[in-house]
């Protein structure tokens, strides 16, 4: 069954340094997507980063890049020069392309605080 | 309007009250979904619309009735429901590709927070 994990509840980091969010994935599917969502306390979900289970290189968006290693089956989320903006819950998800319904697997998240 | 919206924003309703969240997107996409987001737990996938047509509901109790109208409105209509289902509602939206893709992005509106009393 696929399944996501991730282990941190909450982090800490000080402004302007990088952080490493942990996630891990189980799925028998060769084919897959994983992406990173972050949810501030107003509650939307917004969309930071994808990276694509047959994509060569890890997957950067301006301060955001995921370290995907794929026989480890993780893809933790590096946010560089961290802002205090950063600070909310942060959720890994992946979506099998098998069924093509677009479903999402979500998992728990890590609230992460940013100290100035 | 830009992106996702939804409609109201919070919600405090009785157990025997009938009430309807609504959603819409502006992005010119095909499928729209339901998520439930109670506190400490994972998002879940409450129900899928691909082109209208509902292809996904992952076992949700009958008190929860969803209304696709067309490719750009969903509704989720509510009735007698408990105060468990007190939680943040969200909508989202994507493009789904033919032949499956994992690149279809899904873009979340800012969620309906529900108080059931």
């Known amino acids: 069954a696929q399944k996501i994990t991730q282990t941190q509840p909450g982090m800490f980091v000080q402004e302007k340094e990088a952080v490493t969010l942990d996630c891990t994935y189980d799925?028998?599917?060769?084919?897959?997507?994983l992406f990173w969502y972050k949810q501030p306390s107003s509650g939307e979900m917004i969309f930071l980063i994808y990276?694509?289970?047959?994509?060569?290189q890890n997957a950067t968006e301006g301060r955001y890049s995921l370290n995907f290693q794929k026989a480890r089956k993780s893809a933790n989320l590096v946010i560089s020069a961290s802002q205090l903006g950063d600070s909310a819950m942060y959720f890994c998800?992946?979506?099998?392309?098998?069924?093509?319904?677009?479903?999402?697997?979500f998992g728990q998240g890590t609230t992460l605080q940013v100290k100035p | 309007e830009t992106g996702v919206t939804q409609t109201p924003r919070h919600l405090v309703m009785g157990m025997t009250n009938k009430k309807s969240l609504k959603c819409e997107q502006h992005?010119?996409?095909?499928?729209m979904y339901w998520y439930k987001q109670s506190a400490k737990k994972p998002l879940e996938l409450m129900f899928v619309?691909?082109?209208?047509?509902?292809?996904e509901n992952n076992s949700v109790p009958s008190r929860f009735s969803p209304e696709c109208p067309n490719s750009s409105h969903l509704f989720l209509h509510l009735h007698t429901l408990q105060p468990e289902d007190s939680a943040l509602y969200l909508c989202?939206?994507?493009?789904?590709?033919?032949?499956?893709?994992?690149?279809?992005?899904?873009?979340f509106g800012p969620g309906t927070r529900l108080t059931v009393l």
């Open positions: 992005l010119g996409h095909n499928a």
């Open positions: 799925t028998s599917d060769p084919s897959y997507g």
């Open positions: 989202a939206s994507s493009q789904v590709s033919g032949g499956g893709r994992s690149t279809d992005t899904q873009y």
């Open positions: 619309y691909n082109f209208k047509e509902q292809t």
């Open positions: 998800a992946m979506r099998e392309v098998s069924g093509n319904t677009g479903k999402l697997i």
């Open positions: 990276q694509g289970s047959y994509d060569q």
